[in-house]
């Protein structure tokens, strides 16, 4: 694989439909029965496609005893049922607001409510922040735990990684000729353009195999969310030995904040 590799944006929503329209006939009571049985069927699909869970996650993994911290948890499936927090003795705990969203596309219905909290910090030290919990349908849901360390006031916090690269193979040793998937991942929490790889993919002593287009999706990494493109390629070893796999670098263009000129950065891996 040659030259450079651009990540792909999100691919937009298919736009649906079939450009076929039902008949006009009317029975009694005024409604098109294709219509009708188009929407009964619309309607069951889209509330079997209800997702439920719960997750948690926090602005910043590190501050100090005067920061304040952004908690937000989010209970996918309903938008009246209420998380259960873990036990936070080491902050004091101020709701600040809660959302609803509702979405359907492409016939799939999804129910969201963000709860959002302020957390101030009591004390130093290094805290689990516990699994969240929450009741839907008779079922109980818990979100991951995750660690969040206060410093002193005179300490400066690390500036947790905003973007970054992982690689990785689901069988290091493998036989000459057995299939390994190879996954190739780029995180982010901040958003960006112009995504380019400097390095090709190029594996010595590998035939390989592209499995699938750019993957994009969202997961959380010690309570912080991140936007993640991913690539995945199944490799063929050729010859007995060690054989190294490449180092990648990736450049891309930062979007900063408001009224901040854009910035380039780089991310590699080896």
């Not at 036990?87 to 709860?115: D, H, I, K, P, W």
């Amino acid at each position: 694989m040659g030259g450079t590799r651009r990540i792909p944006p999100s691919p937009p929503f298919s736009k649906g439909g079939t450009g076929i329209h039902p008949d006009n006939s009317l029975p009694r009571g005024g409604v098109p029965i294709r219509s009708l049985l188009t929407f009964l069927l619309f309607t069951f699909l889209a509330t079997a496609s209800l997702a439920q869970g719960i997750r948690v996650t926090i602005d910043r993994g590190e501050a100090t005893i005067q920061d304040r911290l952004i908690l937000t948890v989010t209970v996918e499936g309903s938008q009246s049922a209420r998380p259960q927090l873990p036990e936070l003795s080491a902050f004091q705990v101020y709701s600040r607001g809660q959302q609803s969203q509702f979405n359907m596309v492409n016939g799939r219905t999804t129910l969201s409510a963000t709860y959002n909290y302020m957390l101030v910090p009591q004390r130093t030290g290094t805290f689990t922040i516990g699994p969240a919990s929450v009741e839907l349908d008779g079922r109980t849901y818990q979100s991951q735990p995750f660690s969040v360390r206060i410093l002193d006031a005179s300490a400066t916090p690390k500036d947790a990684s905003t973007l970054f690269i992982t690689a990785q193979v689901a069988n290091p040793s493998p036989y000459v000729g057995e299939q390994v998937i190879y996954t190739w991942r780029f995180y982010r929490r901040v958003q960006v353009q112009d995504a380019q790889l400097l390095t090709p993919f190029a594996f010595e002593g590998f035939l390989v195999e592209d499995l699938g287009e750019v993957r994009e999706y969202t997961t959380t990494r010690g309570g912080q969310e991140f936007a993640v493109s991913e690539i995945k390629k199944a490799l063929f070893p050729q010859e007995q030995g060690k054989l190294t796999l490449p180092a990648t670098q990736l450049q891309c263009q930062v979007l900063a904040a408001f009224g901040d000129p854009p910035r380039w950065g780089c991310a590699s891996r080896s």
